[in-house]
């Protein structure tokens, strides 16, 4: 089983020769008898989380793989073996495997010739691997280090020129950094959304978007700390995942200004976990009216360029100072990180 993928390095959990008894076949005669049937299943993880905790948690169980596909095995009739390995595959996935490949194994298959085996192996991608349908996606761009509004004009150049159709971005933002307790102070970002189309997978964006940091001058030293770049992936059509990389929805979109407060004005009717983005955007905004603690966001640009700030689970970039910013109007306003201060536009 292929163990790089996008760039990106798993591993495998296998278990093989999961022995059921079953009455599946075609044929009236196989339905009437019992006969073994075999599986063979490896599943496509990330270990490292698990090696590191020592946690089974943190894992797929080859106690579950197994107890799944004996299950299955010994369930209902079917005619095909196909059926029973995309059965068993499927249910590997939803134990929180990447992709999965399952081998069906029908040794006393009714075939008049002498043989020894009769085996189909389905392979199938989890969503966050898998390829080819169109979905729409919410990414987050922030720059505070250099020139931020010309880093942000850059990566959405770059971002054009990937197997994507971008159909909104938003203007851009001035919001004041998040930072720990006792963390030094820093300037503040210039955040945009963005929306866009794509066939890619999550995880073959998610590699591209880092692959546009890199070039950008984006380096990962301090959490929360100043970027030249930052790009996050906020939304992925409905997938839902917890997986380390790529946690999708982002699971501090909900909470923060600098995401909230572009997307609505790009996307007024969009959703987030259910609940429309600009109810979200309000609600945050009346609770931070008050105090405009980190993360409010001010308008200070134009509609045609996007970028955000978020930590780890997306991609970020820097872009080269000079780059002309579509619109071209000049910043006009700060406010702090958590609403939204817009940059140029209207009032």
């Known amino acids: 089983m292929e163990t790089t993928r996008y760039g990106y390095v798993f591993d495998t959990v296998a278990i093989h020769g999961v022995e059921a008894i079953g009455s599946h076949g075609v044929f009236d005669f196989e339905r009437e008898r019992r006969v073994p049937f075999r599986a063979d299943i490896e599943v496509l993880v990330d270990a490292s989380q698990a090696a590191a905790r020592d946690q089974v948690a943190d894992t797929v169980s080859y106690a579950d793989l197994a107890a799944d596909a004996e299950a299955i095995l010994a369930g209902p009739p079917v005619n095909l073996i196909e059926t029973l390995a995309a059965r068993i595959a499927e249910a590997a996935l939803a134990r929180g495997g990447l992709a999965a490949q399952v081998t069906v194994h029908k040794p006393e298959a009714p075939v008049a010739q002498k043989f020894t085996d009769v085996a189909v192996t389905v392979r199938r991608d989890g969503p966050l691997l898998a390829r080819g349908t169109i979905q729409e996606v919410v990414l987050g761009l922030g720059a505070n280090l250099g020139e931020p509004e010309a880093a942000l004009d ?26 720990e307790p006792g963390q030094a102070t820093q300037p503040d970002y210039t955040n945009a959304v963005l929306v866009l189309t794509t066939a890619l997978a999550p995880l073959e964006l998610l590699a591209a978007l880092q692959e546009i940091e890199v070039r950008g001058g984006r380096v990962r030293h301090t959490h929360w700390g100043p970027r030249t770049l930052d790009i996050d992936i906020e939304k992925f059509g409905d997938i839902k995942s917890s997986y380390w990389r790529l946690q999708l929805p982002h699971p501090r979109a909900a909470t923060r200004g600098f995401v909230l407060e572009p997307w609505a004005e790009i996307q007024p009717e969009a959703e987030l976990d259910g609940i429309p983005v600009r109810e979200l955007a309000a609600a945050l905004a009346r609770n931070t009216s008050e105090t405009s603690p980190a993360g409010s966001a001010s308008k200070t640009a134009p509609a045609g360029n996007a970028s955000e700030t978020a930590p780890a689970g997306n991609a970020s970039e820097t872009a080269p100072a000079g780059n002309p910013r579509p619109g071209g109007a000049a910043p006009r306003s700060t406010a702090p990180r958590g609403s939204s201060t817009r940059l140029g536009g209207e009032a």
């Open 154 to 179: 850059w990566a959405i150049g770059e971002i054009k020129k990937l197997p994507v159709h971008i159909s909104a971005v938003s203007d851009y933002y001035r919001t004041k950094p998040v930072l």
